[in-house]
């Protein structure tokens, strides 16, 4: 049996996702700022799904930058947003447990000459809205949050963000990391007070290499890519209409049934949770279960190493994550862990299981009747 638990680091691609990039390879093949027929029909599927997202976020279509994923929406974000706004402050605010295409700009932009204050979170994972309000100031331009953590699933109050930063800070923007959030939540930007948002195609069932900012039409934000002007100049480039057009299927797709999809998701990280709760010296990480992300569940293993326990449920078909998938090789994947004042043997032990939909009950039940035969095996080996 196989059983993907992984859904965090990408998903599967929907056959009507597959289907649409095939077609828009092979058929509707024209480059959209042509202007004959072949570019017209080209321009029809960056319409149409710019109009979809922007339905399913209640803003303008106008308001959607296509990128090739979360981290350049990110970048753009970031980079975009504090080089547009640099004569009305110097101020950049971040947390402690954002994802290394937040961190590392908001890195550079430090060595570039901007002042960075660092948000601590609570042990839960989520941050720490007395200290953001404390860091927040007349000189700040830019905030910048997660909605859901990628490692343990913590759900940021973006709202309460949100108000916080336009009432102390009025000359300052903020973008939301919704990586992990969309497809899992509706998330109306206006609404929430969020300016800019990010958004990756493959965690939604979409198209590896695209993706998409949000970027509320009062805001200013520097283009980061320049050549041929296209998306009304904010990101040169040709269309990557393949991309584009499976992203606006997979976001249609995600959100029809959704209460009963996250529902579902819900259902398989409680039953998996208090599978774990049974087996000697595991701890659960995060939030409540029905308070934190529905497709997050993180488990520390005490005594047997992440890498040894990944691999050895690997072997039987089970495949899981130690961290995040973009950073967890460079193991700098504990950052979220030690930001949550975790001690290191727990740290070292902890695994992510992600799910999506497609993931069944019977998946489940597996995965507990294997780490049910080889946690013991695999504590007696470490101990010697």
């Not at 040709?238 to 579902?264: R, S």
Request: hydrophobic share 40%; charged share 25%.
């Amino acid at each position: 049996m196989e059983a993907y638990f992984d859904n965090s680091a990408t998903t599967r691609c929907y056959k009507e996702v597959a289907d649409i990039v095939v077609k828009t390879m092979t058929e509707d093949f024209g480059n959209p700022s042509a202007m004959h027929l072949k570019g017209v029909e080209a321009e029809k599927y960056v319409r149409d799904s710019a109009q979809t997202l922007a339905r399913l976020l209640k803003v303008n279509e106008k308001e959607i930058i296509f990128t090739s994923g979360g981290t350049e929406s990110n970048n753009l974000a970031l980079f975009g947003g504090a080089e547009a706004n640099k004569r009305m402050g110097n101020h950049i605010i971040t947390t402690a447990v954002e994802h290394a295409a937040v961190g590392q700009p908001v890195e550079r932009l430090e060595q570039m000459g901007y002042e960075v204050t660092i948000v601590p979170v609570d042990e839960r994972g989520v941050v720490r809205l007395d200290a953001l309000e404390k860091a927040l100031r007349e000189d700040t331009i830019l905030v910048s949050t997660m909605y859901v953590n990628n490692e343990v699933g913590a759900v940021m109050p973006v709202e309460e963000i949100a108000r916080l930063v336009h009432e102390k800070s009025p000359k300052a923007f903020y973008h939301v990391d919704a990586i992990q959030a969309f497809g899992k939540y509706r998330i109306y930007p206006k609404k929430l007070g969020i300016d800019m948002l990010s958004v990756s195609s493959h965690k939604i069932h979409g198209p590896k290499g695209v993706g998409f900012l949000y970027i509320n039409d009062k805001v200013r934000v520097q283009p980061q890519i320049l050549g041929g002007g296209q998306q009304a100049g904010m990101r040169s480039g040709t269309d990557n209409v393949p991309g584009i057009a499976g992203l606006g299927v997979a976001a249609k797709m995600v959100y029809t049934d959704f209460e009963e999809k996250i529902k579902h998701m819900y259902q398989l990280k409680e039953h998996l949770a208090e599978g774990f709760l049974k087996l000697p010296d595991v701890r659960l990480n995060g939030m409540e279960l029905w308070e934190g992300a529905p497709q997050i569940l993180s488990a520390s293993f005490m005594g047997v190493r992440s890498e040894v326990l990944l691999h050895t449920l690997e072997d039987r078909g089970i495949y899981v994550s130690a961290g995040s998938a973009c950073s967890s090789h460079k193991r700098k994947a504990a950052g979220t862990l030690s930001a949550m004042g975790m001690e290191a043997a727990q740290r070292e032990s902890t695994l992510r299981f992600s799910f999506s939909e497609e993931n069944t009950f019977e998946e489940v039940d597996y995965c507990l009747e294997v780490l049910g035969q080889v946690l013991p095996m695999l504590r007696r080996y470490s101990r010697h």
